[in-house]
């Protein structure tokens, strides 16, 4: 492996680590924010799925 191919491999790596924080962290603040009446519109547009598939 060259220096440039390790270098691109570890930017690579430090920006899916960086994704995945930042995915982590807006599911959190969205939990926070929205709480279990997110979660009950979610159950009630899921319950079937045709609805489900219309939904998503």
């Known amino acids: 492996m060259s220096i440039s191919t390790l270098g691109t491999l ?5 920006g899916l680590g ?3 924080y930042g995915m982590e962290s807006m599911a959190d603040g969205l ?12 159950e009630i547009l899921t319950s079937n799925r045709l609805l489900g598939v219309l939904v998503g």
Request: aromatic share 20%.
């Open 31 to 42: 939990q926070k924010f929205a709480g279990n009446r997110l979660q009950r519109v979610l």
């Open 18 to 20: 960086m994704f995945l």
């Open 10 to 14: 570890f930017q690579f790596i430090g």
